[in-house]
């Protein structure tokens, strides 16, 4: 019997890619069409009731300025301090107990702490300390870590050693002008801080003790190799000429030269930070208040406006509402 010839059949299980075309563009069609007659309902909706929203916008400026008339005023500043004897953890841990006094609303305790009185405890809302976080690890300070949520296990973006930030709210701005001075009085009333800074001055004292010695050796072996040994140095016998070789001088200059380095280094430590804490920026002196009109006006504003618009939605579907409740 002849065999019978294939016929070409269309499969369920195949794609039609036409069809899948044309139906990927009437999906993409009717999403562009929702979204123009959204974005159309939306423009007559603000249309017609922007008396309303602009009766809404004002009562969210007045209610942002009677909340701010309201509260007290806070006004914030904050110092870049160096820690020379304690690594900073430990400095920023310790200064970060005052944040824990102060929202317990231990005022004595923090007047006790910063030898202040209880009155003028009273008019500090806040002190934290905070990191200095350096990107790509080259020694420059980029930013404060001030939400807490950098990665200890970020090898290029980390935590300076050399320096650390100190935030303060305060209720008066004149009080900025002794704060420092109370900040320092807070860490040197710690005898421990006080006897690991003794100790690290006196250790520097006698490095600069060795050194100036060792340069001074240094300085007499100079000499020695140069005019002395050189001057003995006598032709070999047989009358065979030679040329004298000096000694390498370089060398202990060289020597030399990295003394008196790390003795520039020790003696700006010494000098420069004796103190338990160096002010690399002081506080600036703040005109506004951080807690104005505009503070409470980001928050309470949008709330405003969005109640007004969600209330508007429900009075103008108010009969489909309530035709929905009562089916279900």
Same mark, same amino acid.
Request: charge should be neutral; include cysteine; proline fraction near 4%.
């Given at each position: ?5 294939p #016929? ?45 929203? #602009? ?5 969210? #400026?007045i ?5 701010k ?7 914030i500043s ?14 920023i841990?310790?200064?970060? %107990?005052?944040?824990?006094?102060? %929202? ?6 923090v ?10 405890a ?9 990191? #200095?976080?350096d990107?790509?690890n080259?020694?420059? +300070? ?9 990665n200890?296990?970020?090898s ?6 050399d320096r ?5 709210d ?20 710690? +005898?421990?801080f ?6 690290? *001055? ?5 490095l ?37 070789q000096?000694?390498s001088?370089? *060398? ?9 380095k ?5 003696d ?5 930070? +004796? ?11 703040p ?37 929905i409740?009562?089916?279900?």
């Amino acid at each position: 019997m002849p065999k019978k010839v294939p #016929v070409n059949e269309t499969h369920d299980n195949e794609i039609d890619l036409r069809d899948l075309f044309r139906r990927m563009g009437k999906t993409l069609s009717n999403w562009f069409g929702a979204i123009g007659r959204g974005l159309l309902i939306s423009i007559i909706f603000l249309i017609r009731n922007f008396g309303v929203l #602009v009766i809404s916008l004002i009562m969210g #400026v007045i209610l942002s300025y009677i909340v701010k008339w309201s509260t007290k005023p806070e006004y914030i500043s904050e110092t870049t301090l160096r820690s020379n004897t304690l690594p900073n953890a430990e400095m920023i841990s310790h200064i970060n %107990k005052l944040k824990l006094l102060l %929202k317990e609303e231990n005022y004595d305790g923090v007047a006790s702490s910063l030898s202040i009185t209880p009155e003028e405890a009273g008019r500090i809302n806040d002190i934290e300390a905070f990191w #200095v976080i350096d990107r790509n690890n080259d020694s420059i +300070p980029d930013f404060t870590d001030y939400t807490k949520s950098h990665n200890v296990y970020d090898s290029i973006n980390v935590r300076m050693k050399d320096r650390f930030v100190v935030r303060v709210d305060l209720g008066d701005p004149q009080d900025f002008q002794q704060m420092t001075d109370k900040l320092f009085s807070y860490v040197n009333s710690n +005898p421990q801080f006080r006897q690991e800074n003794t100790f690290r *001055l006196r250790r520097i004292d006698e490095l600069l003790v060795r050194l100036n010695y060792d340069i001074e050796q240094l300085d007499s072996l100079q000499k020695v190799k140069y005019f002395e040994e050189t001057r003995y140095m006598q032709p070999e016998k047989g009358g065979q000429m030679i040329f004298l070789q000096e000694h390498s001088t370089q *060398l202990v200059y060289g020597d030399i030269y990295e003394l008196y380095k790390r003795k520039q280094v020790l003696d700006s430590e010494k000098n420069l930070h +004796p103190e338990l804490l160096t002010v690399i920026s002081d506080f600036y002196q703040p005109v506004r208040r951080y807690n104005g009109g505009y503070y409470y006006g980001k928050t309470i504003i949008p709330l405003c406006i969005g109640l007004t618009i969600i209330s508007l939605i429900f009075l103008r579907n108010r009969k489909k509402l309530r035709e929905i409740y009562r089916k279900y």
